[in-house]
């Protein structure tokens, strides 16, 4: 038998900007366990809940992390909405669709710049940040803000975005689709990325079942788990179907999210077709007085916002559970047997984002 | 084998020009309703705090006794929610971004009956 060695990778480490720690234990170039910490940038939001308003806690929840802002901030509003039983109106559904989907997109371009810089292609990240900056300009000038949205209210949307912009933002998206097209298919067919992939990174539909996969992670492995078939905001008035793959590896899971960043532009488009004119928000009277969990699809997969209020203007108890932390015991399970020089790839195509980890 | 399929994207990479801006000469345009710098008109301001008791960060400081109104610009995450809760509305937000600074205390702008 060999002997064991213990790599410490992390909590600063060439493959994410952001801390996360792994101790890997190895025989030779195998690893056969790797051991996690987080915790190294911990922000204690969930204990702000019991000292700020439950209206501006919006504010708060949206900054949870900067590629997932919007769906956060929609979570929390639909909860709190729930407790409340406030009826949004249809406008405010569609716009928090339109603004969630663009996120999708800027997040999942942002993730394949950086996976190609994972795998040592540094031109192809420049490029895909220079698409991503189409869709940056786009939330720009209809939210005010470039990454944070801050669009989201208890009880609707803050800005409305008008028809002939809208018109626009589709005309552009179908542009971007087209350069994306170009970009994508370095990714699909490029000989050097699918050797690295390909095979790398197993886990199969039972494992990512029993280890409670959620988003990209399991929809490669061929596990159908989409939150947007549930039906929350606009969802169940547009024809969304989860994209799945078979294969369960690293390549997998990229051809999930760039098939993703096509359904989205293609959502956007049914939702500026069908959205109705009317209000855009509703008065929010009374305090929250109950408890609810609210299930949201974020680029990396299932978020479960948990809010319990006490029939005061401050909450009792909020609670997010987060995509990444859920992928983590996957994480683990996919690195046992695979050679340390895998390592990198493997956790960039899982995705972790470790500000919504540690919020 | 194909060949000269790098040379549609070079000619057009050299017609082109760069995708990025060059900073210094040619500035970074905002839109209208980019959430930047809060301003306050301090004539208008009555010191009643609401927005530093509000400000999720805590950026604002108010003191009714001394009329004073002070913000760190380096705290305020530009949530606009100071704006919002305003009575007299003498917040605003500018379309841009306040300035970089090289120390920290540099980012706190006070206004006070002595000027700012």
């Given at each position: 038998m060999a002997h064991r060695n213990i790599i410490p990778l992390g909590?600063?480490?060439?493959?994410?900007?952001e801390p996360i720690h792994f101790d890997l234990v190895t025989e030779d170039e195998t690893v056969v366990d790797a051991v996690p910490s987080i915790s190294?940038?911990?922000?204690g939001l969930e204990r702000l809940v019991e000292k700020r308003d439950f209206n501006d806690f919006v504010h708060v929840a949206d900054r949870i992390c900067g590629l997932c802002s919007i769906q956060h901030a929609m979570g929390y509003c639909q909860a709190v909405e729930a407790v409340m039983g406030i009826e949004v109106p249809e406008r405010a559904l569609y716009l928090r669709t339109i603004w969630a989907e663009l996120g999708r997109i800027h997040s999942h371009i942002f993730w394949l710049g950086v996976a190609a810089d994972g795998f040592g292609y540094e031109s192809l990240f420049m490029q895909s940040m220079r698409l991503r900056e189409v869709v940056l300009d786009i939330i720009e000038e209809t939210?005010?803000?470039?990454?944070?949205?801050?669009?989201?209210?208890v009880g609707g949307v803050r800005r409305d975005i008008d028809p002939e912009t809208l018109k626009g933002i589709v005309q552009r998206l179908t542009t971007l689709g087209v350069d994306l097209e170009e970009l994508t298919a370095v990714f699909i067919n490029d000989y050097g990325i699918k050797h690295r992939l390909e095979g790398v990174g197993f886990i199969s539909k039972e494992d990512a079942y029993t280890l409670g996969c959620v988003g990209p992670l399991a929809r490669a492995s061929?596990?159908?788990?989409?939150?947007r078939t549930i039906g929350y905001a606009a969802y169940p008035h547009l024809d969304v179907e989860p994209m799945l793959e078979?294969?369960?590896d690293c390549y997998g899971r990229c051809l999930v999210r760039i098939r993703e960043i096509f359904q989205s532009i293609d959502l956007i488009r049914q939702a500026a077709g069908k959205i109705p004119e009317g209000p855009i928000d509703v008065k929010v009277k009374g305090t929250p007085n109950g408890e609810y969990f609210s299930r949201v699809e974020q680029p990396r997969g299932e978020v479960i916002h948990y809010v319990k209020g006490n029939?005061?203007?401050?909450?009792q108890r909020f609670r997010v559970r987060v995509p990444t932390f859920t992928n983590i015991p996957a994480m683990i399970k996919i690195m046992k047997g695979s050679q340390v020089a895998d390592i990198p790839n493997i956790i960039i195509t899982l995705d972790p984002c470790i500000s919504c980890t540690e919020r | 084998m194909k060949s000269f399929t790098m040379a549609k994207t070079v000619i057009e990479n050299l017609l082109k020009g760069p995708a990025t801006l060059m900073y210094p000469q040619r500035k970074r345009t905002f839109t209208a309703i980019t959430r930047g710098k809060i301003e306050n008109e301090y004539p208008k301001c009555?010191?009643?705090?609401l927005c530093s008791k509000r400000c999720p960060n805590y950026a604002i400081a108010v003191s009714k006794e001394k009329k004073e109104w002070e913000i760190d610009r380096l705290k305020c995450?530009?949530?606009n929610l100071c704006v919002d809760v305003?009575?007299?509305?003498?917040l605003s937000t500018d379309n841009q971004y306040s300035p970089p600074v090289t120390?920290?205390?540099?980012?706190i702008q006070k206004l006070g009956p002595g000027g700012s």
């Amino acid at each position: 038998m060999a002997h064991r060695n213990i790599i410490p990778l992390g909590p600063q480490h060439p493959v994410l900007l952001e801390p996360i720690h792994f101790d890997l234990v190895t025989e030779d170039e195998t690893v056969v366990d790797a051991v996690p910490s987080i915790s190294y940038v911990h922000r204690g939001l969930e204990r702000l809940v019991e000292k700020r308003d439950f209206n501006d806690f919006v504010h708060v929840a949206d900054r949870i992390c900067g590629l997932c802002s919007i769906q956060h901030a929609m979570g929390y509003c639909q909860a709190v909405e729930a407790v409340m039983g406030i009826e949004v109106p249809e406008r405010a559904l569609y716009l928090r669709t339109i603004w969630a989907e663009l996120g999708r997109i800027h997040s999942h371009i942002f993730w394949l710049g950086v996976a190609a810089d994972g795998f040592g292609y540094e031109s192809l990240f420049m490029q895909s940040m220079r698409l991503r900056e189409v869709v940056l300009d786009i939330i720009e000038e209809t939210t005010g803000a470039r990454i944070i949205f801050g669009v989201c209210k208890v009880g609707g949307v803050r800005r409305d975005i008008d028809p002939e912009t809208l018109k626009g933002i589709v005309q552009r998206l179908t542009t971007l689709g087209v350069d994306l097209e170009e970009l994508t298919a370095v990714f699909i067919n490029d000989y050097g990325i699918k050797h690295r992939l390909e095979g790398v990174g197993f886990i199969s539909k039972e494992d990512a079942y029993t280890l409670g996969c959620v988003g990209p992670l399991a929809r490669a492995s061929g596990f159908d788990t989409d939150m947007r078939t549930i039906g929350y905001a606009a969802y169940p008035h547009l024809d969304v179907e989860p994209m799945l793959e078979q294969s369960g590896d690293c390549y997998g899971r990229c051809l999930v999210r760039i098939r993703e960043i096509f359904q989205s532009i293609d959502l956007i488009r049914q939702a500026a077709g069908k959205i109705p004119e009317g209000p855009i928000d509703v008065k929010v009277k009374g305090t929250p007085n109950g408890e609810y969990f609210s299930r949201v699809e974020q680029p990396r997969g299932e978020v479960i916002h948990y809010v319990k209020g006490n029939g005061s203007k401050f909450l009792q108890r909020f609670r997010v559970r987060v995509p990444t932390f859920t992928n983590i015991p996957a994480m683990i399970k996919i690195m046992k047997g695979s050679q340390v020089a895998d390592i990198p790839n493997i956790i960039i195509t899982l995705d972790p984002c470790i500000s919504c980890t540690e919020r | 084998m194909k060949s000269f399929t790098m040379a549609k994207t070079v000619i057009e990479n050299l017609l082109k020009g760069p995708a990025t801006l060059m900073y210094p000469q040619r500035k970074r345009t905002f839109t209208a309703i980019t959430r930047g710098k809060i301003e306050n008109e301090y004539p208008k301001c009555i010191f009643c705090g609401l927005c530093s008791k509000r400000c999720p960060n805590y950026a604002i400081a108010v003191s009714k006794e001394k009329k004073e109104w002070e913000i760190d610009r380096l705290k305020c995450c530009m949530c606009n929610l100071c704006v919002d809760v305003c009575p007299v509305k003498c917040l605003s937000t500018d379309n841009q971004y306040s300035p970089p600074v090289t120390e920290k205390k540099m980012g706190i702008q006070k206004l006070g009956p002595g000027g700012s």
